[in-house]
């Protein structure tokens, strides 16, 4: 584990913020990807499909667990919600991992405007994680493996730590639900560690998730059940972030509260999967999306001559 300090916590702010950039850059953008001259509806993609919603608090778990385990070969992520893959792709390209199997994927210019134009696109990356995404192993948005698969994964290597992101909504199914169950089984010295992180942002496509009604208690008492300690993450801030996973407890079940759509232009069931439906023909949400990937101010983040810079 490493220490986390200004520098990181910096770097952490920036990586989820070009990643966030990259989000909205892949679900609309089919030209000006870096927002270098102003947007016109020729910039939009004329099909719009794909998942904003989650993306956010895809970002910032992964940018977090990234910092904490950076120089750990044996650390992975294993992301459930699956339908949130253009911040999968932004941060599998972030990290070099796209381009190894996909050389046009290079960390330059020419790998961003690839990987966004080419976001649901025909012939292109789909919509979802799929077996082109390197380590995928669950096709598409298909919720509720993500804890099995990752106790599988660490099962009889005890050298293995991986972070795993549930949904809430995903959380619902029977699958994600009875994974629970797993920490009673495989919790011993001979295999690898499992740190669950619940993304409770309240919402499943069109409405609110069971857990995100449940008060505080009720959700913790069901977590302190299946044997996790419950630790709280409030909001999106890496100091936060960082201060709970610091906190020493056994069997540690994080619980990341975000609102869904942060930093989008709306929030919770309207965030879910295009929070602007019509910008290539609609001069209000033109402007709106503009407004929103300036908000990132990328410029700062990543450079034409000199690519990434954090
Ligand atoms: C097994 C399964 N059932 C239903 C769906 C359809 N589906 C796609 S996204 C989604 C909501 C997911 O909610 P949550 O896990 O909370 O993710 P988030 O709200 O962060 O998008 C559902 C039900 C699915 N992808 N897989």
């Not at 016109?40 to 099909?47: E, L, N, S, V, W």
């Not at 950076?70 to 941060?91: I, K, M, V």
Request: net charge negative; glycine share 10%; proline share 5%.
């Amino acid at each position: 584990m490493n220490a986390v300090g200004i520098v990181e916590i910096e770097r952490i702010k920036k990586r989820v913020r070009l990643c966030d950039y990259l989000v909205v850059a892949q679900l609309f953008l089919q030209d000006n990807f870096l927002t270098e001259r102003e947007l016109t509806f020729d910039d939009i993609k004329a099909r719009l499909l794909g998942h904003w919603g989650t993306c956010h608090g895809i970002n910032v778990a992964y940018a977090n667990m990234k910092e904490l385990f950076r120089d750990d070969e044996n650390f992975s992520f294993a992301l459930g919600p699956g339908h949130g893959f253009p911040a999968l792709q932004a941060n599998l390209w972030l990290d070099g991992e796209l381009e190894k199997v996909d050389p046009m994927a290079s960390r330059d210019i020419d790998g961003l405007e690839y990987i966004c134009r080419n976001f649901s696109w025909p012939d292109g990356f789909p919509s979802h994680a799929s077996p082109y995404t390197p380590g995928v192993i669950t096709e598409g948005g298909e919720l509720g493996y993500a804890l099995a698969n990752a106790y599988g994964v660490a099962l009889g290597h005890p050298e293995k730590i991986l972070a795993v992101l549930i949904g809430d909504g995903e959380l619902e199914t029977a699958t994600a639900i009875d994974s629970l169950n797993l920490r009673n089984l495989l919790t011993t010295s001979s295999n690898g560690r499992i740190l669950p992180i619940l993304h409770l942002n309240g919402y499943k496509i069109s409405g609110p998730t069971i857990y995100g009604r449940k008060s505080e208690r009720e959700l913790s008492e069901l977590i302190r059940g299946f044997g996790f300690t419950p630790v709280m993450i409030e909001g999106d801030e890496p100091e936060v972030f960082q201060e709970a996973l610091q906190k020493a407890v056994d069997s540690p079940f994080y619980i990341m509260r975000t609102e869904k759509g942060e930093g989008g232009p709306n929030r919770h069931q309207d965030a879910h999967q295009i929070p602007l439906k019509n910008p290539k023909t609609d001069e209000e949400e033109l402007h709106a999306l503009e407004e929103w990937l300036k908000s990132y101010d990328v410029g700062e983040l990543f450079s034409r001559e000199e690519g990434v810079l954090i």
